[in-house]
């Protein structure tokens, strides 16, 4: 079912699931390569990255806009 409000992409994804599927898709060395911030290149995890990037805003928008552009259409 499409959201609603299309005008807002990431309308309805967590900021886990942004960060997992980012994972999956590249691995933690070219997310830190692509994005160099900390929490991606020294001992890396998921909840490490979502206190960081919650706390961070240039961090997440960084990391939305990467996975909006793996997204298609």
């Not at 409000?5 to 070219?30: F, K, M, Q, R």
């Not at 928008?61 to 298609?72: N, S």
């Amino acid at each position: 079912m499409k959201a609603e409000n299309s005008s807002t992409p990431l309308h309805g994804v967590t900021l886990e699931a942004i960060v997992t599927d980012l994972v999956a898709a590249y691995g933690w060395e070219e997310m830190g390569k692509q994005i160099n911030i900390r929490c991606f290149t020294h001992d890396p995890s998921i909840k490490s990255s979502l206190k960081f990037l919650r706390k961070t805003p240039w961090a997440r928008a960084k990391v939305e806009e990467m996975y909006l552009q793996r997204r298609p259409g």
